[in-house]
């Protein structure tokens, strides 16, 4: 574990025993020795460790205060070094705590100013990347992570030469360049899990990095072995940033394969850690939620997940997205053409940034309810060149949906093989959301020339639409089956309208049953506690009965008819 070096010579016994804590993972205990080290010497590496103890203890304000008081004895005794890793350190954490980026940028110039009085050492290379991490695109990114590779070699810092070798392979993947970011990944990757990495914090980083590369790969398979292995991580050294990290991750994997109650479980879950320590991490989770309660049709309640977070990128797919679902096609398409600028004349020459990828598949869609067949194609041809790129099958999918969606009035045929390519590259996903709404494209294109395969596909995508629970789409399947003369069978699921309960009542009678409180239930549905109020009393009302327990057994007695 990297420990605060000397800059002084306080009470070494305290202090090696707090090291020593901090090395096997004993949060606690450090925090303990460190505590007791400042009572007998008020010193930085005092101040530091007990601050890197609170850190790990989810007490995050106390802990910067700590590292602060650090920053300064450092300074002071001269050790400039270990001052300037702190405040860069120190900056970054100011936008996870509370989304502030003007103290960033303050402890930054701090930072880079104290770099400016001594010659380069790995305490530049940690400054460097760190600043890159956030304030630069991932070109930038790039070349700084080089840079810092190259002076974690020359000093030996084998915790700094992997959290770059992370940095650049995100920053890789984020230019399309997915093979060579992935290798350096798992290169990353290997140093932490083999234990070559001895800092606890560096190597929560570097899952963080991996996690979020793997997503933005669309490398559905590859996010869940390391969230599984993140998880384990994190509940081994008891890391709640990296456990909320893992959820919100997860969340989205789950909400993209169509298990929507499991991803409204992870990331309800990641909004609460996050509310009790790093708070300003807690938007990327909300928003994977917003997005998620429009896929189920939830979209009262995704508007005020959405409220006051217009200005996050990380936004624009559940703005866009929301807008669609209400038929607001004109304001769906500026969002996201607001966020997709034109490319040069020369597209080839451009560079390909893998953001792009999930607002234009989004943008297909928008464009030809809008009906510029046009525009959609471009956008999907724009979407092929980036799956292509990237060389994930996710991706690849996506852009054979985009292609035959595009192409549906023109060619049927021509759209029906695209919709045969996509479900190709979805072998491994093929009980997934995106694998159900291409058999009911393949239905709808085959309705005309092939009315028996068109109803084979509609089945088998009904099917997946009922298992899903996306009740939307299973309407319109059921719709197109009825339309060719298929019948449709009754489904247990069909019912469901003749009871007197909204959707988000049914919610709240279950977590009833479960027995949790109103505070509780409000938490893991993210309204407030006076929602959840109202909800219950909606929910006896309408079932006749006259408390919690009555409704409890009454929700049990239902789920054993099933």
């Given at each position: 574990?990297?420990?605060?070096?000397a800059a002084?010579?306080?009470?070494?016994?305290?202090?090696e025993?707090?090291?020593?804590?901090?090395r096997?993972a004993r949060?606690?205990?450090?925090q303990a020795?460190?505590?007791?080290?400042?009572?007998?010497?008020?010193?930085p590496?005092?101040?530091?460790?007990l601050?890197?103890a609170?850190?790990?203890?989810?007490?995050i304000?106390?802990?910067?205060e700590?590292?602060?008081?650090?920053y300064?004895?450092y300074?002071?005794?001269g050790a400039?070094?270990?001052?300037?890793?702190?405040?860069?350190?120190?900056?970054?954490?100011?936008?996870?705590?509370?989304?502030?980026?003007s103290?960033?940028?303050?402890?930054?110039?701090?930072?880079?100013?104290?770099?400016?009085?001594?010659?380069p050492?790995?305490?530049?290379g940690?400054?460097?990347i760190?600043?890159?991490?956030m304030?630069?695109?991932p070109?930038?990114?790039?070349?700084?992570?080089?840079?810092a590779?190259?002076?974690?070699?020359?000093f030996?810092d084998?915790?700094l030469?992997?959290f770059?070798?992370?940095?650049?392979?995100?920053?890789l993947?984020?230019?399309?360049?997915?093979?060579a970011?992935?290798?350096?990944i798992?290169?990353?990757?290997?140093?932490?899990?083999?234990?070559?990495v001895?800092?606890?914090?560096?190597?929560?980083?570097?899952?963080?990095?991996?996690?979020?590369?793997c997503?933005?790969a669309?490398?559905?398979?590859r996010?869940?072995?390391?969230?599984d292995?993140?998880?384990?991580y994190?509940?081994r050294?008891?890391?709640?940033?990296?456990?909320a990290?893992c959820?919100?991750?997860y969340?989205?994997?789950l909400?993209?394969?169509?298990r929507?109650?499991?991803?409204?479980?992870a990331l309800?879950?990641a909004?609460?850690?996050f509310?009790?320590?790093?708070?300003?991490?807690r938007a990327g989770?909300v928003?994977?939620?917003?997005?998620?309660?429009?896929?189920?049709?939830r979209?009262?309640?995704?508007e005020?997940?959405?409220?006051?977070?217009?200005?996050?990128?990380s936004s624009?797919?559940?703005?866009?997205?929301?807008?669609l679902a209400?038929?607001e096609?004109?304001?769906?398409?500026?969002?996201?053409?607001?966020?997709?600028p034109?490319?040069?004349?020369a597209?080839?020459a451009?560079?390909?940034?893998l953001e792009r990828?999930?607002l234009?598949?989004?943008?297909?869609e928008?464009?030809?309810?809008?009906?510029?067949?046009?525009?959609?194609?471009q956008?999907?041809?724009e979407?092929?060149?980036?799956?292509?790129?990237?060389?994930?099958?996710?991706?690849?999918?996506q852009?054979?949906l985009?292609?035959?969606?595009?192409?549906r009035e023109a060619?049927g045929?021509?759209?029906?093989?695209?919709?045969?390519?996509?479900?190709d590259?979805?072998?491994?996903h093929?009980?997934?959301?995106?694998?159900?709404?291409?058999?009911l494209?393949?239905?709808?294109?085959?309705?005309?020339?092939?009315?028996p395969?068109?109803?084979?596909w509609a089945?088998?995508?009904?099917?997946?639409?009922?298992r899903?629970?996306d009740?939307?789409?299973?309407?319109?399947?059921?719709r197109?089956?009825?339309?060719?003369?298929?019948?449709?069978a009754?489904?247990p699921?069909?019912?469901?309208?003749?009871?007197?309960?909204?959707?988000?009542?049914?919610?709240?009678l279950?977590?009833?049953a479960?027995?949790?409180?109103n505070?509780?239930?409000?938490?893991?549905?993210?309204?407030?506690?006076?929602?959840?109020?109202?909800?219950?009393?909606?929910?006896?009302?309408?079932?006749?009965?006259?408390?919690?327990?009555?409704?409890?057994?009454y929700y049990?007695?239902?789920?054993h008819?099933?």
């Amino acid at each position: 574990m990297n420990t605060p070096s000397a800059a002084s010579q306080p009470t070494p016994g305290r202090l090696e025993l707090g090291r020593q804590a901090l090395r096997r993972a004993r949060w606690a205990e450090a925090q303990a020795h460190f505590a007791a080290a400042l009572q007998e010497a008020d010193t930085p590496e005092a101040h530091d460790g007990l601050g890197l103890a609170l850190w790990w203890l989810n007490a995050i304000p106390t802990s910067h205060e700590e590292r602060t008081r650090a920053y300064l004895g450092y300074k002071t005794a001269g050790a400039l070094p270990q001052a300037a890793r702190l405040a860069a350190w120190l900056a970054r954490e100011q936008v996870f705590l509370r989304a502030n980026l003007s103290a960033m940028n303050g402890w930054f110039g701090r930072a880079f100013r104290l770099l400016e009085q001594f010659p380069p050492c790995a305490e530049t290379g940690w400054v460097t990347i760190y600043h890159a991490t956030m304030n630069a695109a991932p070109a930038g990114q790039e070349q700084a992570a080089r840079a810092a590779i190259e002076l974690a070699r020359q000093f030996h810092d084998p915790d700094l030469e992997a959290f770059s070798l992370g940095v650049l392979g995100s920053a890789l993947v984020a230019q399309a360049q997915v093979g060579a970011g992935m290798d350096a990944i798992d290169e990353a990757m290997t140093a932490v899990v083999s234990g070559e990495v001895s800092d606890y914090f560096v190597a929560s980083e570097t899952f963080c990095l991996t996690l979020s590369a793997c997503e933005l790969a669309g490398d559905l398979a590859r996010t869940r072995h390391w969230c599984d292995s993140a998880q384990v991580y994190a509940q081994r050294y008891q890391c709640s940033f990296l456990s909320a990290y893992c959820r919100a991750t997860y969340g989205g994997l789950l909400a993209e394969t169509g298990r929507w109650q499991d991803a409204e479980a992870a990331l309800t879950e990641a909004i609460r850690a996050f509310d009790a320590g790093h708070y300003g991490l807690r938007a990327g989770a909300v928003l994977k939620l917003a997005d998620l309660r429009v896929l189920q049709g939830r979209l009262e309640e995704a508007e005020v997940l959405l409220a006051g977070y217009e200005d996050y990128g990380s936004s624009v797919l559940p703005r866009a997205r929301l807008h669609l679902a209400r038929g607001e096609t004109d304001l769906a398409r500026a969002v996201l053409e607001q966020a997709l600028p034109a490319l040069p004349d020369a597209p080839a020459a451009a560079p390909l940034a893998l953001e792009r990828a999930p607002l234009l598949r989004l943008l297909v869609e928008v464009c030809l309810a809008c009906g510029d067949r046009l525009a959609a194609q471009q956008a999907a041809d724009e979407l092929t060149a980036l799956a292509q790129r990237a060389g994930s099958a996710l991706f690849l999918a996506q852009a054979e949906l985009a292609q035959g969606q595009a192409r549906r009035e023109a060619d049927g045929a021509a759209s029906a093989a695209h919709f045969r390519s996509a479900l190709d590259h979805l072998a491994v996903h093929e009980g997934s959301l995106l694998a159900c709404r291409l058999k009911l494209e393949l239905a709808r294109a085959l309705q005309d020339s092939d009315r028996p395969g068109a109803i084979t596909w509609a089945r088998a995508a009904l099917a997946g639409f009922e298992r899903l629970g996306d009740a939307h789409e299973a309407a319109e399947t059921s719709r197109l089956l009825r339309q060719m003369g298929a019948p449709v069978a009754a489904r247990p699921a069909d019912g469901a309208a003749a009871s007197p309960l909204t959707a988000r009542e049914h919610e709240v009678l279950e977590l009833l049953a479960h027995g949790l409180s109103n505070q509780e239930i409000a938490e893991r549905l993210v309204v407030s506690p006076k929602t959840v109020e109202h909800h219950v009393s909606q929910v006896l009302g309408k079932l006749g009965l006259r408390n919690r327990t009555e409704a409890g057994a009454y929700y049990l007695s239902q789920a054993h008819k099933k």
